[in-house]
């Protein structure tokens, strides 16, 4: 600005206001900048609420299906159909159950993808060439179960899983290499569901994209369409096909499609690893969505999740890109993931963006050259969709330029407006009270985030005793119970600031610019953090540093009249902060959308109203920070009952679903999917001791509540009469028949001993045909056990020995949690559909080095005899088979009591643990 303009400016600032009296007011801190009142705060309430319903409206919008009755031709098979795929859906969802080792996932669907793939083959085009296989697999893999939190490591076995395998390309004569690009699915179910959204769906969008595909004229390179059949066994069969199957070595990269809903938006969650050349071909499909801050959120561990991305990155060396539905997470695996539950258009916007992606891959130049591709292995993307309407990507190198271009931006501007700010305000200050003035302007800023947070936090930790989860139905709710009461506080804490002598005695023009540029300043120190950590998400803080400032500069430098002018300073402040508001608005809603679902399986260990209040109340506070500037604008009256006017509302909202029935946290349709999980096992369990004699049997139901709340809704429904806690000091993992490695991740769950018996074909059987002596401390171990399709070894090596090595796995055995300071393994293995066999033998060997001359009482067991030999416990094994598809009259009948809004899965058990 010239040396004019600034002139002209203080003129402006010096004329103070006058009284009535035609006095200037000596001790008036006034600019006569313009004031904010009710009505200017009720305006930007319904902004805010216009954001909200445009973003979802905008951002959700689904194509219209193809054919409709108004346009198209189903028999069209050159343009996908989602009348096509849904029929194929229809289908595939009437075999039931799809659990490994079924009839209806290893025989039926598989039967059914072969015959499609054929009819497929035949009806393609001259120029495509069609190959079909069928893999049958084995094999055993370690993993860490959702990045090993809770401990939650595990050794796979599996042996017979099923692949269906159709590679499409051009004829030989055509074909310029043998690069492949994988496309998977899973058409395997999760217990006691139909799985239609998770994921048939993708499946059948698979299926007809490859129809697609093969009625066009011919790729470059060849499309992989891999249906697998065992991923909710955790990823086993993507493991077989990647480690196995030949076609796999040519395998350049790959699209997993996932669903953890029942449809609506296809969203992109994870890429990679590296790769960014996968995230431009994607940002050309017709719909993208996405960003690379959920991507680290989810491979953080926090979302009880994993897919088959996994195997393929991890087993495979692969680079690829990872795609799910999200809407309506209630549905996920529970009985209500049915055909009629998928919103109309999904199959379209998923089917056209997945035919867009694959073209988009394959005719890319990294694609055809990759070995070449020096930025491939190196740097990653960065990536973010803007309402659905606009998708951005660069790669992460260029964002660390852009990045720290505009940290040196910020700091110029930050400084030139202030400067011109203490220049223009007619107040002589020193350098002293500039730099306090400054110091309170960071701090009023922090303290507007930090407070309200760990308030709402509080607030959320007491309503958890008294109407936990009162939100799950009705997520409108967490606004008012955690977004109200941080919108007073933020206004509370900068009244507060706006007390104290120095900021009272400060020019209202000046003492806003201060607090606005403060919350800039904290953004510029977020982005440098983030950056420095390497981490994609920086473009969050990049978007609320980089939206605001030009048009802050451009308004309020170039428009000197606009402070006093309140339409024109409200807009000028509404604008600059426009991008980061209505970003941010989209994605809260878009995680509260994936989060609150997810919160009724996180299990007992997280209290997930603390957890919603603190995701809920450090959004809403960053996205007021750049707001908290207003409230020194607004008169005190109005900014004090505005306060009050939030609180009173989160009081009433705690009164509310505390006393009445708006706080009960379940419901079934027609009122709305929002259903208490929970899992019933009946089993029998047998326990024998070195002398191999059965020293207990007995029988019980184990009541699993998936959620935080645990058995306390239901407490009047089952008979509780005897109930236990389990007995987790005793006996390995608890006594109890877990399927998955998840022993500290639910632990609010009941054993309710019962008389009747769960009528089950054979028990495990354990038997120790063979000891070894290797050397003179180790020791080989050999035992044979009668399996089914779902069954857990759990295996406890005394506290003087250790587990050196077995044959259950290629691999070294991976540990899980200590029990009694002893290392445990647990080893989960499945088996696939064998013709006329219900069970199978497994033989298995374990090598255990035991320390000599050692005896402690608690591994010790001697005979009734004091003269006779005291023998040492070397190593505790507990078998457990699940019958995931039978049931008991017990089970039916507990069925029949439970209300309507609980979504249960249940099977039986048997277990038996031996000492050895």
């Known amino acids: ?280 071909a994607y940002a050309l499909v017709p719909f993208p969505c996405g960003n690379s801050f959920g991507e680290e959120i989810f491979q953080s561990g926090i979302i009880p999740s994993d897919t088959d991305f996994r195997i393929f990155r991890d087993h495979g060396s692969i680079p690829g890109v990872d795609i799910a539905y999200v809407e309506n997470g209630y549905v996920y695996h529970t009985h209500y993931d049915r055909v009629e539950q998928i919103t109309p258009g999904t199959l379209q916007r998923s089917g056209e963006n997945l035919i867009s992606l694959i073209y988009g891959i394959v005719t890319s130049p990294e694609f055809q050259d990759l070995e070449n591709c020096v930025e491939c292995a190196t740097d990653s993307a960065v990536y973010f969709d803007f309402l659905g309407i606009a998708f951005i990507t660069y790669s992460h190198r260029s964002g660390v330029i852009v990045n720290c271009i505009f940290v040196l931006a910020a700091i110029a501007t ?143 430098n170039f428009q000197p009249l606009t402070r006093r002018d309140l339409t024109a300073f409200l807009t000028a402040h509404m604008t600059s902060v426009s991008i980061p508001t209505i970003f941010g608005l989209y994605t809260l809603l878009s995680m509260l959308r994936v989060f609150i679902p997810i919160f009724g399986r996180s299990g007992s260990e997280l209290n997930p109203d603390v957890a919603l209040a603190v995701l809920v109340s450090f959004s809403i506070a960053c996205l007021m920070s750049y707001y908290g500037s207003l409230v020194h604008v607004t008169d005190l009256k109005s900014s004090s009952q505005i306060a009050k006017l939030f609180a009173g509302i989160a009081f009433g909202t705690v009164l509310l679903i505390s006393l009445t029935p708006i706080g009960f946290p379940y419901s079934s349709p027609p009122n709305g999917i929002a259903p208490k999980r929970l899992a019933l096992q009946h089993f029998h369990r047998e326990d024998y001791d070195l002398a191999g004699k059965q020293v207990s049997e007995d029988n019980g139901l184990w009541i699993v509540p998936l959620d935080f709340i645990g058995i306390k809704p239901l407490s009047g429904i089952f008979n509780l009469t005897g109930a236990l806690s389990a007995d987790c000091v005793g006996k390995l993992y608890c006594g109890l028949p877990f399927i998955y490695p998840i022993i500290k991740l639910f632990r609010h769950h009941l054993v309710v001993p019962v008389r009747e018996e769960p009528r089950l074909p054979h028990h495990p059987l354990l038997v120790n045909t063979g000891k070894e002596s290797i050397t003179e401390r180790l020791t080989k171990w050999t035992f044979s056990a009668e399996l089914v399709d779902h069954s857990n070894i759990y295996i406890s090596p005394a506290a003087h020995c250790r587990l050196t090595g077995w044959n259950l796995t290629a691999a070294e055995p991976m540990n899980g949690p200590e029990w009694n300071g002893r290392p445990t393994y647990f080893v989960f293995l499945v088996a696939g559909y064998e013709a006329g066999k219900t069970k199978f033998d497994k033989v298995f060997s374990i090598e255990l080095e035991c320390r000599s001359g050692l005896l402690n009482s608690s591994d010790a067991s001697s005979s009734s005899s004091s003269s006779s030999p005291v023998t040492v416990e070397s190593v505790r094994i507990t078998v457990v088979n699940h019958f995931l598809a039978m049931t008991s009259p017990l089970l039916d009948r507990v069925l029949t009591q439970l209300p309507s809004w609980v979504a249960e899965i249940h099977w039986l058990n048997s277990l038996q643990s031996y000492v050895f």
């Open 1 to 280: 600005m010239s040396g004019e303009g600034v002139r002209r400016r203080v003129a402006q600032k010096n004329r103070a206001p006058i009284g009535s009296n035609g006095q200037q007011d000596d001790h008036s801190t006034d600019d006569g900048s313009a004031k904010l009142g009710w009505a200017q705060w009720i305006f930007l309430s319904i902004y805010f609420t216009g954001v909200v319903y445009g973003s979802q409206f905008i951002g959700g919008h689904l194509p219209k299906p193809w054919p409709s009755s108004d346009h198209g031709d189903i028999r069209d098979l050159s343009r996908f159909s989602e009348d096509r795929a849904t029929q194929h859906l229809l289908t595939l969802t009437s075999f039931r159950p799809r659990t490994v080792g079924t009839d209806g996932n290893d025989k039926f669907s598989v039967k059914y993808f072969l015959k499609e793939a054929e009819a497929i083959r035949k009806k393609a085009s001259p120029v495509n060439l069609i190959e079909i296989d069928h893999q049958v697999v084995s094999g055993s893999f370690r993993l860490a179960f959702l990045n090993g939190i809770y401990e939650r490591r595990f050794n796979n076995v599996y042996q017979n899983i099923h692949n269906v395998l159709v590679r499409i390309g051009p004829l030989h004569e055509y074909s310029e290499s043998n690069r492949t690009l994988l496309v998977n699915c899973h058409f395997d179910a999760a217990i006691g569901v139909d799985g239609a959204s998770d994921d048939l769906s993708q499946c059948v969008t698979m299926l007809e994209a490859l129809t697609v595909l093969a009625q066009r004229a011919p790729l470059k390179h060849r499309v992989l369409f891999l249906f697998n059949g065992a991923e909710e066994s955790i990823l086993q069969a993507s493991h077989g096909f990647v480690t196995q199957h030949p076609w796999a070595q040519d395998v350049t990269a790959f699209i997993n499609l996932e669903a953890a809903g029942s449809g609506g938006r296809d969203v992109l969650f994870q890429t990679g690893p590296k790769h960014p050349w996968l995230v431009r």
């Open 414 to 556: 930050i400084f030139a407006e202030l400067r011109l700010e203490f220049i223009t305000s007619g107040v002589y200050t020193s350098s002293l009270r500039k730099a306090k003035l400054l110091g309170l302007g960071i701090a009023a800023a922090v303290t507007a985030v930090i407070v309200p947070v760990v308030s709402v936090a509080c607030l959320a930790y007491l309503v958890s005793f008294v109407a936990p989860m009162s939100w799950y139905a009705s997520p409108h709710l967490a606004f008012f119970l955690y977004g109200c009461p941080t919108v007073g506080m933020v206004f509370a804490v900068h009244r507060y600031f706006l007390s104290g002598r120095v900021m009272a005695s400060t020019p209202i023009g000046l003492r806003e610019s201060i607090i606005y540029h403060s919350v800039g300043f904290l953004w510029m120190i977020v982005l440098i953090i983030t950056t420095s950590y390497g981490l994609n998400s920086a473009f969050v803080p990049l978007l609320f540093l980089a939206g605001p400032l030009p048009i802050r500069v451009m308004w309020l």
